[in-house]
């Protein structure tokens, strides 16, 4: 039982990174629009820790679950939003399952790139619900300037810049992490040795 505590906690450490950043976004549009940047730095370490100290199937899935959650308790969930946890969760599992059976490096790597993408949905909402989320912007923060800039936000070269910036920042924090990488042998959540 310890051992599960300790995998949710991780997994809870890695989903607060994510928040702390979004709460960050009260100060200016672009850090809440574009928290995916950030986070992929922020969140790097607990990502690491979880995969290396639990090499089982669902760690990525776990993780995007969470964030969903998250989101939908403080009021921030979308249904593009539960997608693209659900997609990127998905897909990041594949690559943990191709590339060393949950356990090889590169797999934590590219899974990490994956799911640093996910907050880059919530950027999405607002091309589907645009009117819905600049007014809840303005209501939550009390600023108009949500309203203003929202064209500048949506333009298609800050919205390259910033995936381009979120993969490699992902990238090279989850390399320089697996450096010397050496996940458990055999690990079992639920049954004590």
């Known amino acids: 039982m310890q051992r599960a505590i300790k995998l949710i906690g991780l997994a809870l450490l890695y989903v607060l990174a994510f928040f702390f950043v ?3 976004g009260a100060f200016h549009p672009y850090v809440w629009t574009y928290s995916a940047v950030p986070a992929a730095l922020v969140a790097a370490w607990p990502y690491y820790k979880l ?14 679950i969470m964030l969903l959650m998250l989101n939908f308790l403080f009021g921030q969930g979308h249904e593009i939003f539960a997608l693209g946890c659900f997609l990127f969760g998905f897909i ?6 191709f590339w060393g059976n949950y356990r090889g490096r590169k797999g934590t790597i590219a899974s990490y790139v994956v799911m640093a993408l996910i907050p880059f949905t919530k950027t999405c909402v607002w091309w589907v619900d645009f009117e819905t989320v600049t007014n809840m912007n303005i209501y939550n923060k009390r ?7 929202a064209g500048k936000i949506l333009s298609f070269p ?7 910036l979120t993969i490699v920042i992902a990238f090279t924090a989850m390399w320089i992490l697996t450096r010397k ?8 959540v ?3 040795n």
């Open 92 to 97: 990041a599992e594949g690559f943990r399952k």
């Open 22 to 24: 979004e709460v960050l």
């Open 158 to 164: 800050v919205l390259t810049t910033m995936v381009v």
């Open 51 to 64: 995969c290396q100290r639990y090499p089982l199937p669902g760690m990525a899935m776990l993780c995007a």
């Open 190 to 192: 639920f049954i004590e």
């Open 143 to 149: 600023d108009i300037y949500y309203a203003t800039l």
């Open 181 to 188: 990488w050496n996940p458990r042998e055999k690990y079992n």
